[in-house]
């Protein structure tokens, strides 16, 4: 086992991966932009390195600062928890040729499901179910015209390289795909959605039929170091404002035992096709109506939301993701127990879900029997408009839904925090509304709710 | 006389516009960026940008001054 690991992150991924490395007796590592120097995680750190300005590109995305960070400090692996650098092959092979070990799946893995056309043609060849979509990256609009008069409106259009919803959209006729299109080759050429994994110039699309009534469950494997891949339960991750995820429960209450079952089994099958290393997380689109799936992507990646498989699982992912990378045969019991829910609370104002940063002024967690927050801020922080809005998260965890239910009403309201606008109000408003309550929703919920 | 004010803390990414310009209802006169999501900042009125304050890559505070619209 390695003994130093650098945290290639921000906020409060990073204060949660440093606390598990800690845990195990190993020292933590972390770097931050002059942004973020008053943060929990970078205190908490054994070891504290400035890479740089605010701007991601000369911090958390300079490649060579954060080797150079490895180097000076010591550290033997890198972490790079998620968003930024968790899913860059190009990053993970730097990481393994300056001769650390990277805390993720082979850049091999990283290229082939990186890439959304990619990694939908290679799970159809799995044997996994895929919507009707295009083959091949769409690079203009003349194709992508031509395209979804084939696969027939309503179409979803996103960046074959992108992730986190930036760039999606629904195209509900041939005016709306004009517009989708620019949207998302816009954000193809901003955010480094741009097929970049497979290399290529320009934007490349994917177009996809767009299932209405759909809610978006995932399944949480481990690729374990004797090359055996474990499926940990599922996350339904229908609640969503612009494509991005706000709550996540695991179990889904919206699939059958039968549909579980077939879906479990289909990500271990995906996993396989890659041979897969380490925490990753199939994504799929559920027709609740129909009790189908399709394969919507594969993240190689820690989740945001993993820590609702960690309250019924009862495993550390992080401490698996390390012991994984370090070559550890290990044991991982994968019985799901009770019920848990993750709420994010943004930075942003629960009505129209616009960012609202600004300096905490009064931050107050709750605490009690179930209750887990994941958080990167503290009082007397500021959150600043240069990375996402996630100020924390606020898990619960119940022996039945009902429990798992009651017990995020009193936290909600136990969770204090003055300063930036925040969406806690939102999530109040989420467990009073019926179909959240009873379980039967989908991705169209706040939408309904915001009507 | 209006003037544009930033509604929140972010970064102008685009500046559309340039001081003379006429501009119309609903013309877009700058994108703001906070937190990974685009802001764009529309003009309310018809008229000219007399005056515009912020170029690209600055970080403007809420409330701060963005363009004044005669």
């Given at each position: 086992m390695f003994e130093s690991v650098l945290v290639a992150n921000r906020g409060e991924i990073a204060r949660r991966i440093i606390r598990t490395v800690q845990r195990m007796g190993l020292r933590a590592v972390a770097v931050y932009s002059e942004a973020d120097a008053d943060l929990p995680f970078v205190k908490e750190a054994d070891e504290a390195i400035l890479l740089g300005p605010a701007n991601p590109a000369q911090s958390y995305l300079d490649a060579e600062k954060v080797l150079e960070a490895a180097r000076v400090s010591g550290a033997q692996a890198v972490h790079p928890g998620?968003?930024?650098?968790?899913?860059?092959a190009a990053f993970a092979r730097a990481v393994i040729e300056a001769g650390l070990v990277w805390v993720g799946p082979s850049p091999e893995a990283i290229e082939r499901m990186g890439d959304k056309i990619n990694a939908r043609n290679l799970m159809e060849e799995a044997g996994v179910p895929v919507a009707a979509g295009t083959r091949e990256p769409v690079t203009d609009l003349e194709k992508a015209v031509a395209a979804a008069a084939e696969i027939g409106y309503p179409v979803m259009v996103k960046t074959a390289?992108?992730?986190?919803?930036?760039g999606m959209g629904v195209a509900h006729d041939e005016a709306g795909l004009v517009k989708a299109f620019e949207t998302a080759a816009r954000a193809a050429a901003r955010f480094g959605g741009g097929g970049d994994a497979a290399g290529r110039e320009g934007p490349a699309i994917l177009l996809e039929r767009y299932i209405g009534r759909a809610r978006h469950v995932e399944v949480q494997i481990l690729g374990l170091a004797d090359g055996t891949v474990v499926a940990l339960g599922e996350r339904d991750?229908?609640?969503?404002r612009r494509h991005q995820k706000v709550v996540e429960e695991s179990?889904?209450?919206?699939?059958?035992p039968e549909l579980r079952e077939r879906m479990l089994a289909a990500a271990v099958r995906a996993g396989e096709a890659v041979g897969y290393l380490g925490a990753g997380t199939v994504e799929c689109l559920v027709d609740a109506d129909e009790q189908d799936f399709v394969f919507l992507e594969m993240n190689t990646r820690l989740q945001v939301e993993h820590p609702v498989t960690e309250l019924v699982t009862g495993v550390d992912l992080v401490e698996q993701q390390l012991r994984i990378a370090a070559g550890e045969r290990t044991e991982v019991p994968s019985a799901v127990r009770g019920h848990a829910i993750e709420f994010r609370v943004y930075?942003?104002?629960?009505?129209?879900?616009f960012p609202g940063p600004g300096r905490i002024v009064e931050w107050e967690e709750p605490s009690g029997e179930g209750v887990r927050v994941d958080s990167g801020y503290a009082g007397g922080n500021t959150v600043t408009?240069?990375?996402?809005?996630?100020m924390a998260k606020l898990c619960v965890y119940g022996e039945t839904r009902a429990e798992a239910l009651e017990r995020a009403r009193e936290a909600v309201a136990g969770f204090r925090v003055e300063g930036p606008k925040n969406n806690l109000p939102f999530c109040a408003e989420l467990l009073e509304r019926a179909e959240f309550v009873d379980g039967?929703?989908?991705?169209?919920l706040v939408a309904r709710m915001r009507a | 006389m209006a003037e544009v004010r930033a509604e929140m803390v972010a970064?102008?990414?685009?500046?559309l516009v340039s001081e003379g310009d006429t501009v119309e209802d609903?013309?877009?006169?700058v994108i703001l960026e906070s937190m990974k999501m685009e802001i764009p900042v529309i003009a309310e009125d018809d008229g000219v940008v007399a005056q515009l304050k912020v170029a690209e890559g600055d970080v403007i505070q809420e409330g701060d001054l963005i363009a004044v619209i005669e």
């Open positions: 998620y968003g930024f650098f968790s899913e860059n390289g992108g992730g986190g919803g930036i991750c229908s609640v969503q179990p889904s209450p919206g699939i059958t930075a942003e104002d629960p009505k129209r879900f408009p240069f990375y996402d809005p996630l039967d929703y989908d991705t169209g | 970064n102008v990414w685009k500046v609903g013309d877009t006169l």
